[in-house]
């Protein structure tokens, strides 16, 4: 079996334009992948169709270590663009793999290590300004059976926290917390917008609630910085979806700079590269928790992950508060349920793309917002199924 061809597909949904790849053999099997990355779609899809497609057709879809490390080797300058490209086909490949043997990719890369797998949810807030605002739509996401909620409280913070700013994000903090109640855990979303003096005093001022961990307090290539926010706080703290090469990962682990490891399958090198960081993690006894915040097939690979690895804590999840069109872009089954994730039993990933759709929502330029621009939560996306539950 060899692979003859790479097709790209890009579809906007809302803030996110989504990036799918689809690898086809000479037998004529079809393997997806997804590379969508903020800002960097286009970026991306020209290395996927110029050099990752010069390196991968001819190539056996089993031999992933070789065809994908050879080009994560040769790669040179390394960062997010290529590391996006090279890790979409690399879970295309899982793919074609599950799909030529009859198995659904978490069967072969483990299989089954938890009797159950949940969801806690992101995205959620979109258009919440105001503490009350939070807490109503927490509310609403809690009902809706998710045992934990992620939400970034801040508005531009960047480096030194004001007071005002820092009291509104304390205030957003508790006013969440006091809607939902301590049976629902809560992860602070950060964005490394902090300095280290000022990431610890905030993260104090949160001890006292469910705070299941705080998350890339400081900048995400500081491990150094983030080991001593981590040395001088109580609560848990959690880092990784923006590093994307092994040896960035180790560091994070070895450092024991985190104590919830959050590679992005999606960026990170894919499937096979996330069971390695998770093994180290593991040696380290480190969770993980996989960062996904872009498309299915991004969610269909990070699940079959999730399900396979033993130190796999709750999976992030936008679905519910996507797009409304985001389960229309593929054919397959939908997994999420009362904030429960159901095992994939179809062979590969369980999904196919479905062209028509992806042509219904054609690309739109610089959808992605900036987080240190006041009007960043209006670009949310994810309001559409709470606002028919009200």
């Not at 080797?73 to 030529?100: C, P």
């Not at 890369?109 to 807030?125: D, E, F, H, Q, V």
């Not at 602070?188 to 300095?195: A, D």
């Not at 992605?368 to 949310?380: C, G, I, M, Y």
Request: one cysteine or more; charged letters at 25%; a negative charge.
């Amino acid at each position: 079996m060899k692979i003859r061809k790479l097709e790209t597909f890009l579809a906007n949904a809302g803030q996110r334009n989504y990036l799918f790849v689809r690898l086809t053999t000479d037998g004529g099997l079809t393997g997806i992948g997804e590379a969508t990355l903020e800002w960097q779609e286009k970026a991306v899809e020209v290395l996927l169709n110029e050099w990752v497609a010069s390196r991968i057709i001819g190539k056996d879809p089993f031999d992933i270590e070789a065809v994908v490390g050879g080009m994560i080797r040769d790669q040179y300058q390394g960062g997010s663009t290529v590391m996006t490209a090279i890790s979409s086909v690399e879970i295309a490949m899982w793919d074609l793999i599950g799909k030529a043997t009859g198995q659904p990719v978490y069967r072969l890369i483990g299989g089954r290590a938890k009797p159950t797998l949940s969801a806690y949810a992101n995205g959620w807030y979109g258009g919440c300004e105001t503490p009350g605002d939070f807490a109503a739509r927490a509310q609403q996401v809690a009902a809706l059976g998710y045992r934990a909620l992620k939400f970034d409280p801040f508005r531009t913070a960047w480096k030194q926290l004001d007071r005002d700013e820092e009291d509104h994000a304390v205030l957003v903090v508790e006013a969440v917390a006091g809607a939902v109640g301590p049976e629902v855990g809560l992860m602070v979303e950060i964005h490394g917008r902090l300095g280290v003096s000022d990431a610890v005093r905030f993260i104090d001022r949160l001890v006292g609630h469910r705070i299941v961990w705080c998350e890339e307090p400081v900048a995400p290539e500081s491990v150094e910085l983030l080991r001593e926010v981590k040395d001088r706080t109580r609560l848990p703290i959690s880092s990784g979806e923006r590093l994307y090469a092994l040896a960035d990962f180790a560091r994070l682990i070895n450092l024991r700079a985190a104590d919830v490891v959050q590679m992005d399958v999606a960026h990170c090198g894919g499937i096979a590269m996330a069971k390695k960081i998770a093994a180290m993690a593991s040696a380290q006894d480190i969770g993980i928790s996989p960062h996904c915040s872009i498309g299915p097939v991004a969610f269909a690979a990070v699940l079959h992950v999730a399900w396979s690895t033993p130190n796999m804590l709750m999976l992030e999840s936008f679905a519910e508060f996507d797009v409304d069109w985001r389960n229309d872009l593929v054919g397959g089954w939908n997994p999420l349920r009362h904030g429960a994730l159901s095992l994939p039993d179809a062979p590969g990933l369980g999904l196919e793309l479905d062209e028509a759709a992806i042509a219904a929502h054609p690309y739109r330029a610089l959808a992605f917002p900036s987080l240190w621009d006041t009007s960043w939560r209006d670009e949310f996306t994810g309001t559409a199924k709470l606002a028919r539950i009200k």
